[in-house]
């Protein structure tokens, strides 16, 4: 596998999937570059000699918003299924031994380390992204380090970073982050949290930061389980914490409490589609180090306007979590998890063989509770029989549309913890910091009391097709 972001470049680079943009603004153009390239499912983007700064400081986006980045980055072959990724991916999660990270002297992130007056954020091209955000956002591709002060195990994870001034970073985590519990573990203390912060990283380590790892297991040595090895990190003398030692570009400091200091943050177009939490005051990082390797990238991972996923084509961070947590839970005969709409976050199905009467409306609600917290998360729960692939979505509206009787087989449940950044989070609600929603839950299996009964599918079976594809292999090979 990979070990860098430049490892990955290379790789789609050789696939035809990458193209330099040379002379755009990093004010808006290189965002709306970014924005209509996604919407395209076009190649990864980098950007050089951009206005403002030298050749070689550049911008590196489109990399994982298409199959080909995200295959590259997880190693899953090209002939692999969607579904049979999120099967695989499950199979490896089950299956995990902590590989712990490595501790090196030195790495590539060290090529460049600026301390006191010398360090100035401005030096790194950050983009403002969309029209109405805030600022400029340097963490979009971010991996955010903490440690527990109690436990002592390192984290990191995904939340946005945007610039105040060339010392000051904001640092918004949702509520129930562990980012979050840690900094305010640090806080009761009456200390700062340290806080290291990665803007360009191999992009493993940035799609496991995106994960619902469970508390108190290091993205770190899940890392190192999936490569074989352990992660290389050099110590940052300042924090304390393990950096990658092929970052391109860490910010390392401390937050304080924010009763000391906090600062304007947002608004910003998130994953929705939506600038949906406003203008608050966040917490800050201090930045007193700042690392970069010799002709830096920034990993911009901005979040684009739906149907295009901000996150990553196959939902395995999210479907793969939740088909574990329900065999956890003893539910028998699940068939397959996907995950559909914004963030790979909102429309989850269930495909399973129905056991007894209930199993479909048990499941669902067992869905319904594990996915919870990240705004929006399983919003629509959807359960269908086994002959229906959970990753097709014509296939789930036709289960939908034809199975499910809408007067007896769609419940609708409040009280679901979602999040600040859901835009139906209505004024009164939000003023009063209820971010609760409802979650709807739609039975589209066939009613169980007359299963049996129900009208046969027109289609070939799964052995006559078998035979058929078989003899006449010719036809259908570049099909």
């Known amino acids: 596998m990979i070990n860098d972001l430049r490892g990955l ?20 153009e290189i965002g709306t570059i970014n924005e209509l390239m996604a919407e395209k499912q076009g190649p990864g983007l980098i950007f050089d000699n951009i206005k403002g700064y030298p050749a070689g400081f550049r911008v590196a986006t489109n990399l994982l918003h298409h199959e080909v980045g995200q295959r590259i980055a997880f190693g899953f072959p090209d002939d692999l299924s969607r579904l049979e990724c999120v099967a ?3 199979k490896k999660w089950n299956g995990f031994k902590p590989v712990p990270p490595v501790e090196v002297q030195n790495g590539p992130v060290k090529e460049n380390v600026l301390t006191g007056n010398d360090i100035d954020i401005f030096k790194i091209p950050t983009p403002k992204w969309h029209t109405l955000d805030g600022g400029r956002y340097i963490g ?15 984290n990191f994870g995904t939340y946005r970073v945007m610039i105040q001034d060339k010392t000051t970073l904001a640092f918004y985590a949702s509520p129930g982050k562990h980012a979050t519990i840690m900094r305010e573990k640090y806080w009761a203390m009456g200390k700062p949290c340290p806080v290291a912060m990665c803007f360009g990283q ?15 297991i290091s993205e770190y040595d ?27 570009i860490v910010a390392c400091g401390f937050s304080p409490p924010p009763e000391e200091d906090s600062r304007p943050e947002g608004p ?20 007193k180090k700042l690392y970069h390797r010799n002709d830096p990238i920034l990993f911009g991972q901005p979040p684009v306007k739906p149907p295009v996923n901000t996150w990553f084509p196959i939902p395995i961070h999210s479907a793969t979590f939740l088909w574990n947590e329900l065999e956890k839970a003893g539910m028998m005969d699940i068939r397959g998890v996907y995950v559909h709409g914004p963030g790979d976050r909102i429309i989850a199905v269930v495909s399973l063989k129905q056991r007894y009467l209930g199993h479909a409306k048990q499941v669902a609600t067992l869905a319904g509770a594990f996915l ?52 139906m989070i209505n004024p009164d609600k939000r003023a009063r910091k209820d971010y609760t929603t409802a979650k ?12 049996d009964k129900f009208p046969p599918v027109n289609t070939a079976g799964p052995e006559l097709r078998r035979k058929t594809l078989e003899k006449w292999s010719d036809l259908f090979a570049n099909v």
Request: charged share 25%.
């Open 202 to 216: 191999d992009p493993l380590l940035f799609a496991l930061s995106t994960m619902p790892l469970p508390w108190g």
């Open 9 to 28: 470049l290379e790789a789609l680079d050789r696939k035809g999937r990458l193209r330099v943009v040379n002379n755009a603004d990093w004010d808006l």
């Open 222 to 248: 899940m890392a190192g389980y999936i490569k074989g090895q352990g992660v290389e990190v050099v110590i940052d003398d300042v924090t304390g914490l393990p950096i990658p030692a092929t970052a391109e």
């Open 440 to 451: 709807v839950f739609i039975n589209a299996c066939r009613p169980y009391h007359w299963k």
């Open 88 to 90: 695989d991916w499950k």
């Open 268 to 287: 910003f177009g998130e994953w929705q589609g939506y600038y949906a939490s406003g203008t608050r005051n966040e917490p800050v990082v201090q930045i």
């Open 372 to 423: 919870q917290g990240g705004a929006c998360t399983g919003r629509y729960i959807i359960t269908v029989d086994e002959d229906i692939d959970p990753s097709n979505l014509d296939e789930v509206l036709w289960a939908v549309t034809t199975r499910c009787d809408p007067e007896a087989y769609i419940d609708i449940v409040p009280g679901f913890l979602t999040s600040p950044l859901d835009p």
């Open 140 to 154: 979009t591709g971010v991996i955010t380090i903490t440690r527990d002060p109690d436990e002592g195990w390192v």
